[in-house]
């Protein structure tokens, strides 16, 4: 089990007249040794205590928390194979416990917290690992008002929505739409705010997460503030490269996932690459200048049967340009062996269809073309390039 750190934490409401503190005693001391417990949390308003609760015995540590002008609060908890999310009144009452799982377990896998109202959820796009279910990375929780009722609804990454009718208790079915249209409203107002700010203000987590709602609902409000994170970022080294020994790939990061969201809204002009290659070949036998050939739409149009299987990497940089995206992975080539693969994708948009061309170099075959395939457009979802999204 990979150690996970719970540090103590501070929220303020939007307004800042709520402030809740999380703290736990095992944050005491010089020596840390990881999933601290036994949490408490307090909230403050103007100055004077409004409640004090505790963590319950055996349930997940918190992370985060969202507190409203209005006094609730929404805590975000972690544990080993369970995620939630506590509600908690302005007056300190625990009206709610939300247990996400990867898949529903049987009933009374989880302790029930007595005169507190459970609900599972449960989605295949949580993620099982050493450190505990990852259920909430790029997402966004908010607050909303929707027919005069108070809302918490967290929109995950993939786009389902955990939403809650606060006064109730509730935890809304995922056929229920009377509040869809408040919350989106909701999340694009926050999304357009942020990306137009995230060159000089916002975390970079927090852009990111706004950048994946432009671009699945297709905002061409924040077109503008997209193509601006695009041409701020510089290149930064990433990782070296398994197409050819010797090359180092450097990335513009947050501009892979800028692009992807102007591609979404459907920018199809010329944008610059965001990806390079530097460096020297195998064994000190120089390469030719690497090109930084712009990854355009107006490239050569290639389908992967056009692909000549002869070619060197830097002849296809050469014909093709810079691809649109790399990524990495292996392939196991006997029982105790396995060898490295780069992926370079290259999208294409002619004739009135969309696609994307993988060509597929190994590195146990000296940088040879071992593939090469076409694929529904890589831009179509963030789940096709979700690794572009990390850092």
Not at 74 to 101: A, C, D, F, N, W
Not at 108 to 126: N, T
Not at 136 to 160: D, E, K, P
Not at 238 to 251: F, K, M, N, P, T
């Amino acid at each position: 089990m990979t150690r996970v750190d719970f540090p103590d934490f501070t929220v303020r409401s939007p307004s800042g007249e709520f402030e809740l503190a999380a703290r736990s005693a095992d944050n005491e001391g010089e020596y840390l040794a990881g999933w601290q417990a036994g949490f408490e949390f307090t909230l403050v308003r103007g100055g004077k205590v409004a409640w004090h609760a505790r963590q319950h015995r055996r349930e997940p540590s918190p992370r985060h928390a969202w507190v409203s002008d209005d006094g609730w609060v929404v805590v975000r908890l972690h544990g080993h194979s369970v995620g939630g999310l506590r509600v908690m009144s302005p007056t300190g009452e625990e009206v709610l416990q939300v247990r996400i799982y990867q898949e529903i377990r049987a009933e009374g896998s989880e302790p029930q917290v007595r005169g507190v109202r459970r609900a599972d959820w449960s989605d295949a796009h949580c993620s099982m690992s050493t450190a505990g279910l990852l259920w909430a990375g790029l997402g966004y929780g908010h607050f909303f008002t929707s027919t005069g009722q108070r809302w918490f609804a967290f929109r995950t990454a993939w786009g389902r929505r955990i939403a809650i009718q606060l006064a109730e208790g509730r935890l809304a079915a995922d056929d229920e739409s009377c509040f869809t249209a408040d919350a989106l409203a909701a999340e694009h107002a926050w999304a357009v705010h942020v990306v137009a700010r995230a060159v000089a203000q916002s975390p970079i987590a927090e852009a990111v997460s706004a950048i994946v709602i432009a671009g699945e609902d297709r905002l061409l409000e924040a077109g503008a503030a997209l193509h601006e994170i695009d041409e701020a970022c510089g290149f930064e080294a990433w990782r070296s490269s398994s197409a050819v020994d010797g090359w180092l790939i450097e990335r513009r990061w947050l501009a892979t996932a800028a692009q992807w969201a102007l591609r979404r809204i459907g920018t199809h002009g010329p944008l610059p690459p965001v990806f390079r290659f530097v460096g020297a070949g195998n064994k000190g036998r120089p390469v030719p200048p690497v090109p930084v050939v712009p990854a355009l739409f107006s490239r050569p149009v290639v389908r992967a049967g056009d692909v000549d299987r002869s070619m060197t990497p830097p002849s296809v940089i050469e014909t093709l340009g810079v691809p649109n995206h790399v990524r990495h992975d292996a392939e196991q080539v006997s029982t105790k062996r396995w060898t490295a693969l780069e992926l370079w994708e290259y999208d294409f948009a002619a004739g009135g269809e969309r696609w994307t061309t993988r060509i597929v170099w190994s590195h146990l075959l000296s940088s040879r073309i071992v593939d090469a395939y076409d694929l529904p457009p890589g831009w179509e979802s963030h789940s096709r390039r979700d690794d572009l999204f990390l850092p």
